[in-house]
């Protein structure tokens, strides 16, 4: 696999020497489809010239937001296209909320029939407008969100029915009950199993949960801050996925924060017999 996250730079003219430095052999892009072409092109350049891919485009906007839906699917086009035009393989985003207190909350109409057709027509009409070549429009799971497991995934890949429609992996995203996060080994290997053949891009990290404190409270974590067993963890990704297959840290504030959380999955991986 190729292990990385994103780079934490204070200015542009460091980035490249902070990309080195964090050893990352794998990088969400640093730039959208707004970003001046010339820079583009830069970290384009800068990541070719240190054998480091760019494995996904992120999008991160509601497209059912009451005020700026229509924008916001636009921007979704528009980084399909950016994705696919730079032959970058993942453009993902959640799927999108009614919710009025966030763009990626929880909230009751999330699991609506009339919301999940919206979002499986909403999928259609981002790559049928775009038409893609190589680039795959994919939704990162979410804990109160479609979809919230590796069955639903399936389904709406199936119902979806689009051949670049994709799945973006967050195991953590979906370890949202006690049962998934006690049986956390049986359930990831299940998530990689079912979607592996569909999977562009993924996310790795930790999870905790206080088993004295009710009612339960499931945190994201960083790697080796949580109670998940990554060695088994990353042993299941080397396995079902191809071995250039991108695996990247998230949420993380400051580059020494990445940077530790890198040398905690690598001694892992030593420890797994993995090579990232």
């Given at each position: 696999m190729r292990l990385g996250g994103t780079v934490i730079s204070p200015d542009k003219a460091s980035w490249e020497e902070h990309l080195v430095a964090s050893r990352f052999r794998a990088i969400p892009a640093p730039f959208s489809c707004d970003s001046p072409k010339d820079e583009i092109e830069r970290c384009c350049a800068i990541?070719?010239?240190?054998?480091?891919?760019?494995?996904?485009?992120?999008?991160?906007?509601?497209?059912?937001?009451?005020?700026?839906?229509?924008?916001?699917?636009?921007?979704?086009?528009?980084?399909?296209?950016?994705?696919?035009?730079?032959?970058?393989?993942?453009?993902?985003?959640?799927?999108?909320?009614?919710?009025?207190?966030?763009?990626?909350?929880?909230?009751?109409?999330?699991?609506?029939?009339?919301?999940?057709?919206?979002?499986?027509?909403?999928?259609?009409?981002?790559?049928?407008?775009?038409?893609?070549?190589?680039?795959?429009?994919?939704?990162?799971?979410?804990?109160?969100?479609?979809?919230?497991?590796?069955?639903?995934?399936?389904?709406?890949?199936?119902?979806?029915?689009?051949?670049?429609?994709?799945?973006?992996?967050?195991?953590?995203?979906?370890?949202?009950?006690?049962?998934?996060?006690?049986?956390?080994?049986?359930?990831?290997?299940?998530?990689?199993?079912?979607?592996?053949?569909?999977?562009?891009?993924?996310?790795?990290?930790?999870?905790?949960?206080?088993p004295r404190r009710l009612t339960t409270m499931l945190e994201e974590c960083a790697p080796g801050e949580g109670g998940l067993d990554l060695v088994s963890i990353l042993q299941t990704i080397d396995r079902t996925l191809p071995k250039d297959a991108p695996v990247l840290l998230e949420h993380l504030a400051t580059f020494e924060r990445y940077s530790a959380a890198y040398e905690h999955l690598k001694k892992a991986a030593d420890k797994a017999g993995v090579s990232i």
């Open positions: 990541a070719q010239k240190h054998d480091v891919v760019i494995a996904e485009v992120g999008v991160w906007k509601n497209p059912f937001d009451a005020q700026n839906g229509a924008a916001n699917l636009n921007f979704a086009k528009r980084q399909l296209a950016l994705a696919d035009a730079l032959s970058i393989p993942c453009c993902v985003n959640i799927a999108g909320t009614l919710s009025p207190i966030g763009w990626d909350a929880a909230d009751k109409s999330n699991y609506s029939a009339e919301m999940y057709e919206r979002i499986v027509l909403m999928i259609r009409e981002i790559i049928d407008d775009v038409k893609p070549k190589t680039a795959f429009y994919c939704l990162e799971p979410m804990p109160w969100m479609i979809p919230d497991g590796p069955e639903v995934y399936l389904q709406l890949i199936r119902d979806v029915n689009r051949q670049h429609f994709a799945a973006h992996m967050d195991f953590v995203n979906m370890i949202n009950s006690p049962r998934r996060f006690l049986g956390a080994d049986k359930f990831v290997e299940e998530c990689f199993t079912s979607l592996a053949p569909y999977i562009k891009s993924t996310h790795i990290k930790d999870s905790r949960m206080d």
